[in-house]
């Protein structure tokens, strides 16, 4: 039996595209990345973050911005 430790991904839709964030840091915690990206991204400062999907062999986190959703 084999163990790999998959990548880390993150996944930000801006304008209808996704757009992939790299990891910044391996022993970041997934909301230190959020934050981290939060400066680039505003809108990530209140995103959902959902994941991990495991696909293509990497662990895709996703941020899904919650701007604009009532309740």
Same mark, same amino acid.
């Given at each position: 039996?084999?163990?790999? !430790?998959?990548?880390? %991904? &993150?996944?930000?839709?801006?304008? #209808?595209?996704?757009?992939?964030?790299?990891?910044?840091?391996?022993?970041?915690? %997934? +909301?230190?990345?959020?934050?981290?990206? +939060? #400066?680039?991204?505003p809108v990530l400062?209140? +995103?959902? %973050?959902? #994941?991990?999907? !495991?696909?293509?062999?990497?662990?895709?986190?996703? &941020?899904?911005?919650? &701007?604009?959703?009532? #309740?």
């Amino acid at each position: 039996m084999k163990t790999m !430790i998959l990548p880390r %991904i &993150f996944l930000h839709k801006e304008n #209808g595209q996704d757009i992939r964030l790299t990891d910044p840091n391996e022993q970041f915690s %997934i +909301a230190d990345v959020q934050q981290f990206y +939060a #400066g680039t991204y505003p809108v990530l400062t209140n +995103a959902k %973050i959902t #994941g991990p999907e !495991i696909k293509d062999d990497e662990a895709q986190y996703r &941020f899904v911005s919650t &701007f604009g959703d009532k #309740g």
